[in-house]
């Protein structure tokens, strides 16, 4: 797997080039590269840490002080095999300072915020806004679950649906600590 006609930062940490495979692309300075990763021609910023593993397509650009777990793969291709038209697609932003957990699959034309989070084995097809929390399959936003939420809870009116409202959020969040344990 080689390293071919890549624009390279100074200070970029990899294991061993034989286990990486990149070509025309830049590499900002004081990166760290995965073994097995393959990043095509895109643009990725200063200080990013890019886990093992991970795709990187053409169509991406990662800004400054990214991190992206082990096992995310950027796709840039809507409706395989597309024989070249994803060309056209609107293209990857991942905004400085966004966390992207392990294994996580970034759909083509989204963008992900300044100091957005993204849970580890999300599927993100929609963009993300700076700051916010997003996870899951299909992505359930953290903002616009509590929003949901919120609006549920204006509607139990009665103390009655108020208290079965705090019993069902206890049983929920019982239910999370022991899938944690």
């Not at 849970?119 to 929390?133: E, K, P, R, Y």
């Not at 899951?136 to 204006?154: I, R």
């Amino acid at each position: 797997m080689p390293i071919r006609n890549v624009k390279m930062g100074k200070n970029v940490h990899y294991h061993d080039e034989n286990l990486l495979n990149l070509y025309g692309c830049t590499i900002g300075d004081n990166c760290k590269i995965g073994a097995f990763t393959e990043i095509g021609p895109c643009k990725i910023g200063a200080n990013v840490n890019i886990g093992a593993h991970c795709f990187i397509p053409e169509g991406i650009t990662i800004k400054d002080n990214v991190f992206i777990g082990p096992g995310v793969v950027f796709l840039n291709d809507k409706h395989p095999p597309s024989y070249g038209l994803w060309r056209n697609e609107r293209k990857t932003n991942i905004r400085k300072g966004a966390v992207i957990g392990g294994g996580a699959v970034i759909l083509p034309g989204v963008e992900i915020g300044q100091d957005a989070i993204i849970g580890a084995g999300s599927v993100i097809v929609n963009s993300v806004t700076s700051g916010d929390l997003a996870y899951g399959n299909l992505v359930s936003n953290a903002a616009e679950l509590k929003k949901k939420e919120e609006k549920y809870y204006k509607l139990c009116m009665g103390s009655w649906n108020k208290l079965r409202y705090l019993e069902v959020k206890v049983a929920q969040l019982r239910e999370c600590l022991k899938k944690g344990s």
